[in-house]
Nanobody, 126 residues
Framework: QVQLVESGGGLVQAGGSLRLSCAASGLPFSDRAMGWFRQAPGKEREFVATIASAWIGAKTAYADSVKGRFTISRDNAKNTLYLQMNILKPEDTAVYYC?????????????????WGQGTQVTVSS
């Protein structure tokens, strides 16, 4: 049974930082591209960042809104995905979801992701 469990969310002031983690089990973690998505109240789920399988160099990609502030990384030995979020803004407030792709290549489309975590709330106060 595949499980993705996010942690690390919370309340932070604008300009602050948070580090999200996603512990994966039940799937060949190192073989899969992984991604972070988020959903704010009243809005659709949106892409945040993705990282490809280490087999193809763990290439990363980011949404323009977070580029230069967020960093996605993975530790294949620990089956864990991370999202380091710096210079947080109130508009970053959302539930953040970890997702596992069905392939080794990371994409920006939620349709390419097979498994999803339950999400962790991030709230940025102004």
């Amino acid at each position: 049974q595949v499980q993705l469990v996010e942690s690390g969310g919370g309340l932070v002031q604008a300009g602050g930082s948070l580090r999200l983690s996603c512990a994966a089990s039940g799937l060949p973690f190192s073989d899969r591209a992984m991604g972070w998505f988020r959903q704010a109240p009243g809005k659709e789920r949106e892409f945040v960042a993705t990282i490809a399988s280490a087999w193809i160099g763990a290439k990363t990609a980011y949404a323009d809104s977070v580029k230069g502030r967020f960093t996605i990384s993975r530790d294949n030995a620990k089956n864990t995905l991370y999202l380091q979020m710096n210079i947080l803004k109130p508009e970053d407030t959302a539930v953040y979801y970890c997702a596992a792709s069905g392939s080794i290549r990371g994409t920006m489309s939620s349709r390419d992701y097979t498994y999803w975590g339950q999400g962790t709330q991030v709230t940025v106060s102004s």
